[in-house]
C-alpha cells in the first residue's frame, strides 16, 4: 500500500514540502500574489485607462463620442432638453380643451421617445464604467496558529506525509486559513475530525469532537452522504445552520468550503475537506476548481 501511495505521489508534478523549500504550487501561488486589493468598491472612466490616443482625427472623434464619458454626458443633456421641452410646451393659457388635449398627446408621445433614447445612450455610458465592487473586511481568526505543521491523528499515522503535503498546499495557495478533514462514523452517524492545519479553535475538545449537547445535526455536512454532491461553498457564516455548525473552524471564521475526498476503493467510506477563510467571498470559481483537484487527490491515500 505505502509503494502504491508512493508511485501515485511521484506522477504527480508536485511533491511533499521538504523543510524550506516550496511545492510547485507554492512557487506558483507567490509567484502570482499582488498587492492586497482596496476592500472599498469604487467607479471610474475606462477610457482614462485606455492606451496612446490615436493620430487619426476620424478614430479620435468616433472614440470619443463612443466612449463611456460622452454616453454618460450626452444622455443627461438629453434628459435635460426633454425635460426643458416638455416645460416649454405646456401653454397655460389655452382655452380649448380639445385642442389642447390633441397637442399634449403628440407632444407626450414626443417627449416619451426622447426619454427612450437619452436614457439608453445613458445606460450605455453606465454599464462601459469599470467598477470594482467592495470586498469584505479581512478579521483576525480567533484561534491558535499550527506553526509546527497540521495534527493527524494517529490511526493516520502512516500516511502523515501526504496529508501535511496536501493541506499545506491548499493554505497557501487559496484564500484558506484553515483546513480540516472528517471521516463519517457510520456507527455512531456522526462526523469525526481526523486531520487539522492553519488556524485551529483553542479549546481542544472542539478539535476532534463535534458537541452534540449544543451541535444535534450537522445539516451542511450530511449533504455529502449521498455521495453526489460536488461541494458546498458557503461565502458568508452568518446565517444557520454554518453559524453554529462548523465548531472545528475558528470561532469567527468567515465562510467556509466544503469538498468531497472520494476513494475509488472504498465509496461507502464518506470524507470531507473543510475550508474556512478570514475573508467572506473570497474563494473564486479557479480557487474552487483547483481545490476540488487537490480533495481528489487526497483520496488516493485517504
Known sequence: RSSHIKSERNSFPVFPVAKGKKTHLQAA????????????????????????PSTNSVDSILSTISS?????????????????NRLLSIDFDATDVTDTAETMGRQSRSDLLA???AGAVLL????????????AETVQLEG??????PIIKNDWEVMKQDLTWALESVLSATPARAAVLLVHDN???????HALAGVVPYEE??????PTATIRSTPVLDRFLSGKVKESYLPTLQALPGKVEFTYLPPNAQEALLLPVQSGENDEKRVVLVLG????KSFTPRDIAWCQVLASRIGTFV
Open 29 to 52: 501561488a507567490d509567484d502570482e500574489q499582488q498587492p492586497p486589493p482596496s476592500t472599498k468598491g469604487r467607479a471610474r472612466f475606462s477610457s482614462s485607462s485606455a492606451g496612446a
Open 68 to 84: 463611456d464619458k460622452a454616453g454618460i454626458v450626452f444622455g443627461l443633456i438629453g434628459l435635460a432638453i426633454a425635460f426643458v
Open 115 to 117: 426619454v427612450f433614447a
Open 124 to 135: 450605455n455610458g453606465i454599464s462601459k464604467l469599470d467598477v470594482t465592487s467592495a470586498l
Open 144 to 149: 491558535e496558529m499550527l506553526t509546527n505543521g
Open 187 to 193: 456507527s455512531n452517524n456522526r462526523w469525526i475530525p
Open 205 to 210: 475538545s472542539l478539535r476532534w469532537t463535534i
Open 277 to 280: 477563510s478570514d475573508t467572506a
